[in-house]
């Protein structure tokens, strides 16, 4: 497929509504589960510790996937959000969840999103997405729309 290099402002607030969704039927699910907490505190805690970052490394899959077409020109390689969200996602598939910058992208954790160094175990949490998907909505309209 050719690379996009605009996307209508329609199909980008799809994106953010579905994006919205997700985050909302989390927190019930969250907020369900919680509210069981009687008798089995520490197994609830444990639980949710546990499935929070997988949902949410897959989480960047998705918003990443939404735009897989997207111009690398117009992308930039200065270590944007959108960057950013593309080395999460190959890291994620291909370097077993742990952040590995590429050499053709201008990376600085201390300028990124979520801070990740080189080695790091990626494990996004709901915080760190939010922060994360909003920039990238915010580049992505900015720069494709």
Not at 1 to 25: F, N, P, R
Not at 68 to 96: F, Q, T
Not at 101 to 115: F, Q, T
Request: glycine letters at 2%.
């Amino acid at each position: 497929m050719l690379s996009i290099s605009k996307y209508d402002k329609s199909y980008i607030d799809e994106c953010i509504l579905e994006m919205k969704t997700q985050l909302a039927v989390y927190k019930n699910l969250i907020q369900t589960v919680q509210s069981q907490r009687v008798g089995h505190s520490a197994k609830i805690d444990s639980a949710i510790d546990a499935f929070e970052p997988v949902f949410f490394n897959n989480m960047v899959m998705v918003i990443d996937n939404y735009f897989i077409h997207r111009s690398r020109a117009l992308e930039l390689k200065d270590g944007n959000p959108l960057n950013e969200v593309r080395l999460l996602c190959n890291s994620l598939m291909n370097h077993k969840n742990k952040f590995t910058p590429e050499k053709s992208l201008r990376y600085d954790p201390a300028k990124s999103i979520l801070k990740y160094k080189e080695g790091d175990e990626i494990k996004i949490k709901e915080l760190d997405f939010s922060k994360l998907s909003n920039a990238f909505f915010r580049e992505i309209e900015k720069k494709y729309s």
